[in-house]
């Protein structure tokens, strides 16, 4: 099943390698990682989708607590949470049929067209993961996808639970 | 007033003053040269110095588990710090608490491939608890301090601290001061049970009517033997010990069953087969003691004690998990139990123990010796006990000597048995003993090996008498990787696929070449006389090479992917 970590831990050369070290020396799975300093600079803010059974999330959240730097780790999955990835992508707008359709879409799914070429358009959509995909399907069905860019998950609690120190 | 400053080398030495350090093991090179010369200009840390990095690593390993304190290492950047690879993992693999020194090619130069430069902290990464990178002078003290302070608390391990060459060098001088009341806001070993756990657990006890205890290497590192004999005692169950944590309770105790797991005693292993309620205490459950999982005791109500989260329910699903140090865990165990006015079922208890002396009387660790036959590797197991009085450090290396002195030497004390259990480390047991008769030189220290270990750290000979370190060497001489020819017999048809010793050395000359002693032993007869004339020896090393019968196989022994229970007794015999 797929898992959305949220972990806070210590912004020090070698923090992420060590949590990247971790899933492959144990054969974790890691379908996407964010990772970027939080608004107390000492700190740093990671969210991992990964995938697996209870046991082997288990270990995960066990084995990436052991790490030094890291100070806490929840799985936000089964909780009420927000969960937002970012989308670029650039696609063929070479004539009015594509450039009218991908400007449809977008409108459709709340993406922003960012930037233009002479033959291509820019677009940005953030939303979780199934929107992102649905938003890519429906561009490939009116025009070539020239280049894509995801930014990984991020991922927070609702409500008043805070993942913090 | 004017503040004294100190170099970066200055610094190292300063903080491990400051942190009591006796010794530090290592090996000098360019990159950690300005540590050698301040180590020069004082006299409260002596350096030891080894023939190979990975024997300092072993060294200080040896010395540590024999002692508790923790043991330093340096090494220079490059080759130096990768040849303390195999140390650092076998460290890691037993939770020793270990620092380790590695010197590095100038900031600078990182990432230039610099003559002698490696990223040693990445190699190490998957085989530490932590590492730290100097990347200034007053990095030093507070990455050695926390190094000490992470390596020595929670579960043990290795500590990693790289130091790049600029920040040692004369030309570079700092205020020093140090700060050992160290508090990581990252980091707080969760040390007491929790009391629902605790409460949990022992009222599983209670109503247990096959109940056993399985312990590890957890006791012997938490010092907490007495504590967890007091316990079985009050218990009145069985109790088998870990590869890992034999001496935890006496070895001629009577409600000790022997050794469990892969070449455990039949009875320990049927014991736990048979168990409605298993209390594990610091213990991990490796596939060296489970054998398949899917088959393991399959009855009982598991008690898991551990200091490491992730060591319960890691392979084997614990009913009653209770993270906290075993230590302290067993004292609030006990303080329940009187809580509760526990007293064990009597009925049950004697039934219990009339099923375990049944096991018991097959005798599984039996072994024939005809005196006009080879000597049988065990007997000189047996041997050495009796002329140690069963009271020596003994330092292991791998293979089938290990398997025989962990079941015919009955261990009396924690920390008396010396030897890579997790990760099995070949070449382990010289430097070990090594640092055993450092820490205890008056104490019989014997370094049990085979033809094939010994000759993996053999340089350290020249070590032991630079620095007169007369440990015993007792080599069960088989002419073969005994433990690879026996598992090549049972499971590859008795294909020897390089597993013999062709062109084995003299042994007896090499110990004299390095000016130690050489004592032959080839025949039954001659034995026992020659074994004790070699612990009489107190002033030199003694080298003993012991022929032995090169057929002998150690049994019990598991069938593969069988139950815990499901073993070899003798050559086909099964149980
Ligand atoms: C460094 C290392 N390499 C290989 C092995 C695999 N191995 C385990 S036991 C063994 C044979 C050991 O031979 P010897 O030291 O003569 O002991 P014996 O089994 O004959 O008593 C080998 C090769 C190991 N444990 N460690
Ligand atoms: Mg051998």
Redesign the interface.
Known sequence: MRRILAIL??NE??SL??IV??FS?RAFNIESLTVAPTDDNSLSRMTIATKGDD?VL??IV??V??L????KITDITDRKHIERELLLVKVSAMNDKSRTEVKRITDIFRGNIIDIGKQVYTVQLTGDADKLNAFINALQNETEIIESARSGCVGMARGDQALR? | MTTELFTGAEMVVKSLSALKVKYIFGYPGGSVLDIYDAIFQQDEIEHILVRHEQAATHMADGYTRATGEVGVVLATSGPGATNCVTGIATAYMDSIPMVVLAGQVASTLIGNDAFQETDI??CT??II???F?CRSLTDIPDAIAKAFY?ANTGRPGPVVVELPKDVLIPQNKGPFSIDTDIK????NPNVKGHTKQIKKAAQTIAKAKKLVVYSGGGIVISDSSELLTTLVETLKAPVTNTLMGLGGVPGTHDQYIGMLGMHGTLEANKTMANADVILALGVRFDDRVTNNVEKFCPNATIIHVDI???SI??TINAHVPVVGLVEIVMQQLIDELKEINFTPDKDALSLWWQQINLWRNVKSLSYQQDENEKIKPQRVVEAMYKITNGEAYVCSDVGQHQMFAAQHYPFAKPRQWINSGGLGTMGFGLPAAMGVKLAFPDKHVICITGDGSIQMNIQELSTCSQYNLPVVIVTLNNRSLGMVRQWQDMVYGGRHSSSYMESLPDFIKIAEAYGHVGIQIDTLDELEDKLTQAFAIKDKLVFVDVMVDEKEHVYPMHIRTGAIDEMWLSKGVKA
């Open positions: 831990m210590e050369p070698g390698s060590r070290g971790l020396q046991k288990e270990q066990k084995q607590n052991k030094i730097d890291v100070i120190i | 902290v990445g990464r998957p608890k932590h590492s990178n992470l990581m806001r990252s980091y490491d989260p992730t329910s890691k």
